[in-house]
């Protein structure tokens, strides 16, 4: 095989066609970077992957029948970690589940599987963590909008789980990292941006068209949360393991008598 740097359009659709060519060019992936940063070099040896529906759809039906939903899922789960080596270690993982006979997901004794089941798990925890401590607040039109800001890009895992919660209501979570949310509408949720990009902006917009009762809602919760902390218990270290301080922004109770 052809050893190459892989650079591709930084989309799901572009890693699966870059499995696809893998096979079908008979190269192995150095790298696998967006195009974007692609560096021109004399003894550089390149292949750019555009992305075709047709290869990506063949490759997502032949890791479904290989490694099942589980597999393809985890597969998926470390593109949304936005980590810079997680592409290259995807094309290598599907080139590997395709060489085998046999499922070897859970061949642990795999060095790349060891590396796909820890940015797994780290998304994991993320995608947990964002339905704790994703808070909403209602508008002045009835539009419930929590503002988020994980690690990783988890909004996706977790539009079904308020999807179900909330069925009833309209709301909006939005990812300020990325500049872009879910919207729900009671009936389907839908991807959407804002004009203005910048992360600062948007909180300010929102703050202005809060609903007038939403200071009082804010208030009632931080004093329920201080109501129930007992001040003799408070382990600091113990509560930062599972609240830390990064996500404290979009937290109203920690705003009120809880930052020890």
Partial sequence: MRQVDMYFDGTWE???????????????????????????????????????????????????????????????????????????????????????????????????????????????????????????????????????EPDFNVLPLIQKHFQDRYADQRWLIFDIRRHYGIYYDEQACNEVTFGDQGGGANNRMLIDLYAEEEPLYADLWKRYFKSVNIVERKNMKLHLQHVPRRYWRHLHEKSFGLEG
């Avoid at 190269?27 to 696998?32: A, C, G």
């Avoid at 599907?94 to 997901?105: L, S």
């Fill in 14 to 148: 572009g890693i699966l066609t870059a499995v696809f060519e893998v096979f079908e060019h008979r190269v192995f992936p150095l790298t696998l970077q967006h195009s974007k940063v692609q560096q021109q070099g004399m003894f550089q040896s390149v292949h750019e992957v555009l992305s075709q529906p047709e290869k990506a759809a063949r490759v997502k039906k032949g890791l479904l029948e290989k490694v099942g939903k589980m597999g393809y899922q985890e597969l998926w789960h470390a593109f949304l970690s936005e980590l810079p080596e997680s592409p290259c270690l995807i094309v290598r993982m599907a080139t590997y589940y395709f060489q085998e006979q046999q499922n070897v997901r859970q061949n642990f004794g795999h060095d790349l599987v060891i590396q796909l089941k820890k940015i797994v798990k780290s998304v994991s925890r993320e995608r947990h963590r964002m339905k704790a401590f994703t808070r909403f607040q209602r508008l002045k039109d009835g539009l419930f909008v929590a503002l988020i």
